[in-house]
C-alpha cells in the first residue's frame, strides 16, 4: 500500500520517543523489544453531480436585458458538458422567441395607497387623553366640577408643561384655582400631536401622495414576461463503509495525520494497491444508483479516497504502554502514547480495592 513505511522505521520513531521522555538507552530497541501491528484505513465516499432542468414562466419589472443569457429551444435538449471536477452549477436560459415587454396595469407606475384610499390622509380624533392624569384627575372638583358644568372644550387645548412636582393650576373648565392638572388644565383631553385637532392625520404609507409605488413593477411602470429555463447541478455524497475502524487509542488524532488523498472520476480505475477488502467496501457503492428526484439525473460521478497506515508497536515485558505510529503534518511520522489495555485494567482493579479499604476502615471507626 501506498505511505507503507518499514518496521525498521516505525521502532527507530518509538526509540526516539521514549529517548526523548528518558524511557530508554541510546542503543535504541531491538526487533525482539517490541510487538508490531498495523491497520491499513479506508475512508471516503462518492460524490454524485445531480442534474435537474426546469423551466417556467418568468417576470421581472421593468425593461430587462436578456441578452447575456443562453437561448433554447427544448430545455432537455440543451447541450451542456458533464463537470469535470465535484462542483455546484445554476445556469439560466430563455426560451427563443418568447421574451415580451408590456404595460403594467397601474398608473404609471404607481397605485392609489390602500390605506388612505388616495385621499393623502387619514381620520383622526381631534384629542387625546391626556397623558399626565389620563382623563381621571383632571380637576380635584371632580364631582361638582366647581359647581359648574365642565363641558366640552371648545377645541382641545395645547398640552402644557407638566412634571411630578408642577403644582396644579386654575381650571378651565369650572374656574376653580389649584385644582387643574397642569397639563390639560381641567379637560382630561388635549390636542392631538398628530393631526393637531384637524381631524386629519397626514399618511405615513404615501406621504400624503395619496398613491405609492407599484409592488407589481416597482414603480417602473411596465414588466418582461418571458419563458425561462433554470439547470442546477448539486452534489450528493454516498459514504464507503470502512473495512476496518480507526484504533479507539488515536480515533481524534487520526483526524489531523497526513491522509493519502485520490480523487478517481467515474468508470477510472481503482488503485492497484487497495486490498480485497478495501475493493469489496467501494464496488458495492458504486454500482448503487443514486437518490434522484423529479426532473433529475446523474451527470458524473468522482470515488474519494482516503486512505492512511497506523502501526501499533507494544514493548515486551513488564511494559504498561503502547505506541502508535502514523503520518502527521508534512509527512513527518508521528507517535502517541497510550496506556496498555492490561495496564487500564490493572490500574482500574487498584482503584476499587483501594476505594473499598476506605469504606471498610470507615465503617470499622463507626
Known sequence: MAGEFSDERIRGEISAYLGRHGRTGKQGLRPEDVTLSRWHLLEGE????????TEGIRHAPGDVDLADRPVYDDINGYPLAAPKVPVTKSVELVRRGTVH??????DNGRRQCARCEGKGHRACEPAEVCSACEGVRACTQYLRHGGKPPGPPPRPPKPGPATPQAPRVTCEGCGTA???????RGWGRTRCSSCKATGRAPCKDCGERGTTACGTCAGQGSLTTWTGGLITWRLDSDPLPAPQQRPRAVRSELDTGDWQVTLLAGGEPLPDDLSPQMRAAVEPVLRRPAKLRAHERERAYWVDLRRITVARGELTGPHRREFYVFPGP???????????????GRAAAVAVAVLALVVLALLLVR
Open 46 to 53: 462518492v460524490i454524485r453531480c445531480i442534474e435537474s432542468r
Open 101 to 106: 415587454r408590456a404595460a403594467c396595469g397601474c
Open 178 to 184: 389649584e385644582s387643574a392638572c397642569p397639563r390639560c
Open 330 to 344: 508534512g509527512g513527518r511520522l508521528r507517535v502517541v502514547g497510550r496506556l496498555t489495555r492490561a495496564a487500564k
